[in-house]
């Protein structure tokens, strides 16, 4: 496990919720976009080093804490605007650490205070968190409107906030987008308040990626969707790898997983099938879609490899899948 010792060698027991949270978005989306045979040998590799992680720390990955933290770990962070007239641009990379953290601080700020803002940030992610907490407990707690409370959940939390910093001492034409970073770094730095930087709570923007148009990333039809979702009349047979997709995509633990899963006629959890046992480990460590089926595919090499090519295969969750070269 000597190439993901960064990640697996930290003491996530010592974490809290958001931190450790954090710390499973990281390790989920550590691969992504793979292309090449090299790169999924290398999501292989890691995804057998998390799995062997879970093997030996079994009792905490199933305790409530970090149950907890799988769901936070679906949090997409606030994008940081920083806005000069009519004028804004996206700083996010100056500041957050790295692309997968999800709070930040203003690098070097000589008179504004650094750990204010980390904490509005932190704030947005705890308070959006915790409503999203709430909503999933009830949410499978009272199936009479369980697809009711699903598409708020949807149209409530997977839309992208942002954060906006008014830049308010340039000179009143300056042009923010032809500034470059070490500019742009510059500029935040020697932001003095009252005149300075002004922090606004992170509010839902609604010109970005909707829900809908994230389907895409989860194999999950917009139409299967929608008539799932307003199924009234009669009750319809839905196909088990739609309803796997839509608990993936909402980032529920497995207890709601199965739940949902229950509400629909299936189960993963409480089956020796070897597509529900992928999936049903996926879910308990927090695995990505992407990782789910190269699970998948593992699985029917190998099983391709001692039965023949004309065995049957484990259902692949992608329905256009491309050879990687």
């Given amino acids: 496990m000597t190439e993901n010792n960064n990640l697996f060698g930290e003491n996530i027991f010592e974490y809290d919720i958001y931190e450790l949270a954090n710390w499973i978005y990281r390790c989920k989306y550590k691969y992504v976009n793979i292309k090449t045979k090299a790169e999924k040998a290398e999501a292989e ?81 705890a308070e959006t968190v915790d409503n999203y907490f709430e909503l999933i407990e009830h949410c499978f707690h009272t199936p009479t409107d369980y697809k009711e409370n699903i598409d708020n959940m949807l149209k409530t939390f997977f839309k992208e906030s942002y954060v906006l910093l008014d830049l308010v001492s340039l000179p009143k034409n300056t042009d923010i987008s032809k500034l470059t970073k070490d500019e742009m770094l510059d500029i935040l730095k020697k932001q003095v308040r009252p005149k300075g930087y002004y922090l606004k709570k992170a509010t839902p923007k609604t010109k970005r990626k909707s829900y809908v148009e994230q389907f895409k990333e989860f194999e999950i039809s917009k139409s299967t969707y929608f008539d799932w979702k307003n199924e009234t009349k009669e009750e319809r047979d839905y196909d088990k790898k739609f309803i796997v997709s839509l608990g993936l995509m909402l980032g529920l ?28 480990n996926a879910v308990c460590v927090g695995f990505s879609f992407e990782y789910v089926q190269i699970l998948i595919d593992k699985a029917n090499a190998e099983l391709e490899k001692k039965h023949g090519k004309s065995c049957g295969k484990i259902p692949q969750l992608k329905r256009n899948k491309k050879k990687t070269k």
């Avoid at 601080?105 to 980390?118: G, I």
């Avoid at 199965?258 to 089956?271: D, H």
């Fill in 45 to 125: 590799k890691f995804i057998s080093d998390w799995l062997e992680h879970r093997e030996r720390h079994k009792e905490f990955y199933d305790s409530d804490t970090y149950q907890e933290a799988l769901i936070a770990s679906n949090y997409k962070r606030p994008i940081i605007y920083a806005k000069h007239g009519k004028k804004r641009v996206d700083i996010s990379e100056l500041v957050y650490p790295d692309r997968m953290a999800w709070t930040g601080t203003l690098p070097t700020l000589s008179t504004a205070n650094a750990d204010e803002f980390a904490e509005i940030l932190k704030n947005n992610v």
């Fill in 253 to 280: 633990p497995i207890d709601e997983f199965e739940k949902l899963l229950n509400f629909n006629g299936y189960t993963v959890n409480f089956s020796r099938r070897q597509f529900d046992e992928i999936v049903c």
